[in-house]
């Protein structure tokens, strides 16, 4: 039930702004990408399909189990894996392993996707794995923000982008800290962490400064309003009461 209020929201609201992110993200021959907090798949079932050059890689990664699992049955049903040469592997991440793009990547196909479930702030990949990552309304989830910044800047190639997603102004991150605590008193848990950690992307100075910390010379940072049928879906699940230079943007 919760991934299907998800998804509808999703492709209304989150999917455009993911689909627009992997465009700016994107380069011109194959490469390797990242997306973090991918939810239920949505967009990168279409990227894989559509967007990717052959011979690229990307990996889908959630913090959330539930999600990880609806993304799985996303990817299984897709119109990606009807291409020839599209090949999609389900990755149980191993406690302190670190993965290398080039050892999941070998075989004989096109395009592969890996989806994973995992710590976004802590993605376990070796340094400069990949060409673009991608992070929609994640970040402001996170417990630490600047270990998530720190994290990407040293996953990127140099010459790679990141392009992040994150709520602009706040008055909308107040009714988005509301729609949390609601959940939370419904007894659902969206994260780990306290909703008292959403507090990054209402201070696009703060932004801007854990960029500079993280090692990015080279970003922009613009503002977005969380729409309201997203902090509709929160409330929705409350009342249901469910058990070179490297660069980076930042929307």
Excluded: W
């Amino acid at each position: 039930m919760l991934t299907k209020y998800y998804n509808e929201v999703y492709i209304q609201n989150t999917y455009p702004l993911a689909a627009q992110s992997y465009n700016r993200a994107k380069t011109e021959k194959a490469g390797n990408f990242l997306e973090i907090g991918c939810g239920s798949g949505l967009a990168a079932t279409h990227v894989a399909a559509t967007l990717l050059k052959p011979k690229s890689f990307l990996c889908a990664l959630d913090y959330a189990k539930l999600m990880v699992d609806d993304a799985k049955c996303n990817f299984e049903k897709s119109n990606f894996l009807k291409l020839p040469g599209s090949a999609f592997e389900h990755i149980d991440p191993e406690t302190g392993k670190i993965y290398r793009v080039d050892d999941l990547n070998k075989g004989d196909h096109d395009v592969k996707c890996v989806l994973m479930q995992a710590d976004g702030q802590n993605p376990p990949f070796a340094d400069e794995s990949f060409d673009g990552i991608i992070s929609v309304y994640a970040v402001m989830n996170m417990s630490n923000p600047q270990m998530f910044f720190d994290n990407i800047y040293r996953l990127l190639k140099p010459g790679g982008k990141a392009v992040v997603v994150a709520v602009g102004s706040s008055s909308s991150l107040d009714k988005y800290k509301e729609a949390y605590q609601a959940c939370a008193e419904a007894g659902i848990r969206m994260t780990d962490d306290d909703v008292d950690t959403i507090s990054l992307a209402s201070d696009p100075q703060l932004v801007n400064k854990t960029l500079a910390t993280a090692g990015f010379k080279n970003y922009m940072t613009y503002v977005q309003e969380v729409p309201e049928p997203l902090i509709g879906l929160h409330l929705k699940l409350a009342l249901s009461n469910m058990p070179e230079e490297k660069h980076a943007e930042t929307v």
